[in-house]
């Protein structure tokens, strides 16, 4: 059976925990700390009573405790409930972890210990971790690669029951980063605004109400070359050069090495034979934007994408050190879209 992802296995525990199923251990850890909060808070809400948190819900810190005390506290039998539930937060600042060990080899099934290791995993070779896969739940919270946001806006807008158009979804993940809790944060803020009975949200909406403009954006540029509209790429290139704080050269380069990266993973699945669908899966995307690449493709032939890529290396390099000389960012920007016009 393959393995599962981050966000399936988090949809199955959510699942699970939403209809009263828990296990008698979590260890849920990782660098993402989103899905590892969100799992936690609905443990926290579901897992115990309102009536009965004062007596069955216990949280502690890591940086606060020893392993002793999360084992006295998990061994205690609930009072006048179902279960106990024990939260240790921040456990990957608490002193010698691995001693929790002992208590995994017979949990209390009457309790349910949730252990939050944030921002890295536990060593896989110690008995802690051994002893976590057999007694309990793993859920390991990787983040997730910046090409695949937009599509995880999507799946977290489908999740509150609207749609949401292709193009709106990846302005959004443009504008809001790697963080899944910051594009949570925004997208629910959008849908508190949006007129009611909305059903799907479009770019006007996203416009409108996050204050971000399609017109000037790192996605529209990018689509521009792939379409290879100079006359576009140059009316976006001059808003950037002008206001290089508010679009960093950087950022630019990176998103514009995103699309040309995945220019070149087209052509390499192409010459392998693989179907649409097989393309769409391999580059993360959206079948909505599988036309924008076949005209990139046409666009840029295999030799002329990877001297694309070339020149956004250099251009990285020198936005990066005295390479560049003189020259401001904006200077760099434009200079940079022209080579690659010329490529």
């Not at 999740?159 to 594009?183: D, F, Y």
Request: glycine share 6%; charged share 25%.
């Amino acid at each position: 059976m393959a393995k599962q992802s981050t966000l399936e296995q988090f949809d199955s525990l959510m699942n699970d925990v939403n209809s009263g199923k828990f296990a008698p251990y979590y260890l849920l850890m990782g660098e993402e700390p989103y899905y590892i909060d969100t799992l936690t808070d609905a443990i926290a809400e579901k897992a115990v009573t309102p009536d009965m948190r004062d007596f069955n819900r216990i949280i502690l810190y890591g940086p606060d405790v020893k392993a002793d005390m999360v084992i006295g506290a998990a061994r205690q039998f609930p009072m006048m409930g179902e279960r106990l539930l024990v939260i240790l937060k921040e456990a990957q600042a608490m002193q010698h972890p691995d001693d929790l060990a002992s208590y995994l080899i017979s949990p209390m099934t009457s309790t349910v210990l949730v252990i939050c290791y944030k921002g890295k995993t536990v060593d896989k070779r110690t008995a802690f971790y051994k002893q976590s896969v057999k007694s309990g739940i793993v859920m390991e919270s990787v983040p997730v690669p910046d090409y695949r946001i937009s599509g995880w806006v999507e799946s977290y807008i489908r999740g509150k029951g609207l749609k949401v158009n292709p193009e709106a979804a990846a302005l959004i993940a443009e504008n809001t980063g790697t963080s899944l809790q910051k594009i949570a944060l925004e997208v629910d803020k959008l849908l508190k605004v949006l007129p009611e009975g909305t059903k799907e949200i479009s770019v006007e909406d996203v416009e409108t109400n996050v204050g971000i403009s399609r017109e000037y954006s790192a996605f529209e540029l990018s689509k521009a070359f792939s379409l290879k509209d100079k006359d576009k790429i140059y009316r976006i290139a001059l808003n950037f050069a002008d206001s290089p704080k508010r679009y960093p050269i950087q950022l630019t380069i990176a998103a514009l090495s995103s699309t040309f990266l995945k220019v070149l993973r087209y052509h390499s699945l192409r010459m392998k034979g693989a179907d649409q669908g097989e393309i769409v899966a391999a580059l993360g995307i959206n079948p909505y934007f599988i036309r924008e690449y076949e005209t990139a493709a046409r666009n840029y032939p295999l030799q002329k994408a990877m001297q694309v890529i070339g020149i956004l290396k250099d251009y990285d390099n020198r936005s990066k050190s005295n390479l560049r000389g003189d020259s401001t960012d904006g200077d760099l920007l434009i200079e940079m879209v022209s080579r690659i016009l010329d490529a």
